[in-house]
């Protein structure tokens, strides 16, 4: 298969891209609160450059730095990850349940 019709086969897939996703939850986020992205880059401690490419979907950012960035804006990083997959849900076509149908038990590891 030539390598030019294999690369315009992956980019013209609909399926939405996490980062894309996760770039627009963090902006609206921040954007709501009226906070600059360097407010959010110095609280953070994320170079400004940086979550400017994170917010805009063409980097991916590690748990770790996400986790900076969702405490720099007061929101816990499970609500994010939880707006991001809303968010895709929605543009996948599909629809996420309002509920994991079974009960969540608390797991104690013993080392």
């Not at 030019?4 to 086969?9: A, I, K």
Request: with cysteine.
């Amino acid at each position: 298969m030539d390598s030019r019709y294999s690369q315009n086969m992956i980019s013209t897939t609909t399926s939405p891209l996490l980062r894309v996703e996760l770039g627009a939850v963090l902006r609206q986020l921040r954007n709501a609160r009226g906070w600059t992205l360097r407010e959010v880059a110095q609280e953070s401690q994320v170079a400004l450059g940086y979550l400017s490419e994170i917010e805009r979907g063409r980097k991916e950012a590690s748990s770790e730095l996400l986790n900076a960035i969702c405490e720099a804006l007061g929101v816990p990083l499970w609500y994010v990850l939880r707006e991001v997959s809303d968010r895709m849900a929605i543009l996948d076509g599909t629809v996420a349940p309002e509920r994991v149908s079974e009960p969540v038990v608390p797991v104690t590891l013993i080392s």
